[in-house]
């Protein structure tokens, strides 16, 4: 068995019982990402020399204490909006090139106290802002699955790298599906959890009632390893829970009987591609064959979900933004007096989309326009949060595409924002509601990877992964893109 | 819902981010048809229902009043554009009347 074949759990556990050394694994991600990274680009920076030093400090650790590492010896990337001491961090944003945060993010923390190795951090859209990658101020990332088309976005980076082999689990953010998209886009699991479960400390804000840290992985199993490591209160961010975090792995370890599954009509509708809808009906059919139920169910407010988020977001953003005005951190623009330097700095430091959602959300906050807009869409925010309760009164989890389409190929939407937002179209509600939500692998359409999304009610997770294991069951089998082309191999 | 150069100009002012002629004559069109959009939230009646601002509604949290280390100054201006003596640098925001350079804050 090639080590690059083996998912995260499978390391780990390889790594705790001392068969493989995690200096041989980091090795074989190395030799893998030199050989791919120069094509996907889904890399902002890369640290071998701090990988190698962790890979030999978990070789050298206790064999007693190895083994209760969670994630022992598991190569990990982590989104480049997410702080790290000791490496750079940039958000994809060139007011902030070169900038190095003096502490760590929590869950970065919390994954190298379960023996993670980080090996650097991934490509995003500027400051989270996008669908595509496209928007990052330094290069863009390319689906591994076709270098034409784009790997999805914000979190396009962390997707590609997973997809391709670079990283066995990756950290996200997703604000308005920016895990569950790219996840979809780029054939792997990603699961944005529910709002408060994972601690955000750490993690460059951007509109702070909706973002949430999660991780990206190549299966449903390795994605509920990571989110147990992630999981839980952290004194340090107000907004996470108490909640307490129940053993995800054991708790997919059997397949759900008889789950109800919600189908709203709103998702299947007008906007989607055909062939994305048939991949996603074919799979809710199969898991029919298993024993679920499928239910239709209304989701009225549906319509509305892009125009509420595309107020919330950039109005919740223009405000955590403006502290990037060139005094503490980053890029400083000259200039002869205060006001100035602000105003230069911002210009010449943020990118044009950043700057549209800047402007955007400073207008609608104004005066004269805060009722109209912002208040509006908080009300209409309630309305879609009502669509999921009454929803969940009679089933378990609702099921959509995790998108309306393929990939789309690079450049064909970076002009056209209002196009570019509509690709948001089925994930921004979960992050309107502050509901767990993951995107898992459904099928192919033309060698296009396909995403089939879950939905849950508050802090389900257990219960979502379960219900995701069964789309994964009943998907077709895959060869990753590493893959292509060798005898025997087989993603799953 | 018409948005003109002027308001452009007023908000990126609000929002201290210089705007260049060019870059004013875009963005009036794609905030214009970002704002067309989003009006299809006013036909919505909302006068009975309650704006929810958090996802996930919860009491503030609390905690003990224990001192904890905190950052080191000097490794927080260590990443500043201009730093000196553990502080930030600014530019000059009032005058001063002995004549002395600006540059210091």
Not at chain 1, 165 to 187: H, K, N, W
Not at chain 1, 413 to 422: G, K, N, Q, V
Not at chain 1, 473 to 478: C, I
Request: hydrophobic residues 45%.
């Amino acid at each position: 068995m090639e080590i690059l074949d083996l998912g995260a759990r499978a390391l780990a556990e390889a790594v705790q019982s001392g068969a493989l050394s995690a200096t041989a694994v980091l090795e074989a991600y190395w030799a893998h990402i030199q050989a791919t990274e120069p094509q996907v680009r889904a890399f902002l920076h890369l640290d071998v020399e701090r990988a190698r030093a962790r890979a030999l400090a978990i070789d050298q650790a206790p064999s007693h204490l190895r083994r209760t590492w969670p994630l022992a010896g598991v190569p990990v990337a982590v989104k480049d909006n997410i702080v790290t001491e000791g490496m750079p961090t940039t958000a994809g944003s060139r007011i902030l090139e070169g900038w190095r945060s003096p502490y760590t993010a929590t869950v970065v923390a919390r994954l190298e106290a379960a023996g993670a190795v980080v090996l650097g951090k991934t490509n995003l859209d500027e400051f989270a802002m996008g669908s595509s990658t496209e928007y990052s101020a330094y290069h863009p990332t390319v689906n591994p699955w076709d270098p034409k088309r784009v790997p999805g976005g914000s979190s396009g980076g962390s997707a590609a790298a997973v997809a391709a082999g670079m990283a066995a689990v990756a950290l996200g953010s997703d604000t308005g599906g920016s895990i569950r998209q790219p996840a979809a886009y780029c054939g792997v699991v990603g699961l944005k959890p529910t709002y408060g479960r994972v601690s955000r400390y750490g993690l460059i804000a951007f509109a702070s009632s909706l973002d949430q840290i999660g991780p990206i992985a190549r299966s449903v199993e390795d994605a509920a390893l990571a989110l147990g490591v992630l999981a839980g209160l952290d004194p340090k961010d107000a907004t996470s829970v108490p909640e307490p975090v129940p053993d995800y792995v054991a708790a997919i370890d059997e397949l759900p009987s008889a789950v109800r599954i919600g189908v709203p009509e709103e998702y299947f509708g007008e906007g989607i591609d055909p062939a994305v809808r048939e991949v996603v009906s074919a799979a809710l059919r199969r898991m029919e064959a298993q024993g679920a139920t499928l239910v239709p169910i209304p989701m009225p407010h549906t319509a509305y979900a892009i125009a509420a988020y595309y107020l919330i977001a950039p109005a919740e953003a223009s405000s955590n933004l403006a502290r990037y005005d060139g005094i503490r951190f980053g890029f400083r623009a000259g200039a002869p007096d205060l006001v100035r330097l602000y105003e230069e700095t911002r210009a010449r430091g943020f990118g044009v989309e950043v700057k549209r959602r800047i402007l955007l959300g400073t207008h609608v906050l104004s005066a004269g326009y805060y009722d109209a807009y912002y208040l509006q869409a908080q009300r209409v925010r309630t309305l879609i949060r009502g669509d999921f309760e009454r929803a969940f009164q009679v089933v378990d989890v609702v099921a959509t595409p995790t998108t309306p389409d393929l990939p789309f190929p690079l450049g064909s939407r970076s002009e056209d924002p209002l196009r570019m937002y509509l690709s948001d179209v089925f994930t921004v509600t979960a992050n309107l509601a502050g509901l767990p939500a993951v995107s898992v692998p459904a099928g192919f359409v033309d060698g296009l990877p396909v995403g089939l999304q879950l939905i849950g009610p508050a802090f389900s997770e257990a219960e979502l992964l379960r219900t995701a294991r069964l789309v994964e069951r009943v998907a077709p089998r895959m060869r990753w893109p590493w893959q292509q082309g060798r005898e025997g191999a087989e993603a799953r | 819902m018409g948005f003109s150069e002027a308001d452009v100009y007023y908000v990126a002012r609000l929002a201290r981010l210089a705007v260049s002629r060019e870059e004013v004559a875009r963005l009036v069109g794609d905030l214009n048809r970002v704002l067309d959009y989003v009006a299809k939230l006013q036909s919505l009646p909302t006068e009975t229902v309650a704006p929810t601002f958090h996802g996930v509604e919860r009491a503030s949290a609390m905690r003990e009043d224990v001192p904890e280390p905190s950052l080191q100054p000097a490794a927080v201006v260590a990443e500043a554009p201009a730093a000196r003596d553990g502080m930030f640098v600014v530019p000059r925001i009032l005058e001063d009347d002995t004549g002395r350079e600006g540059g210091e804050g």
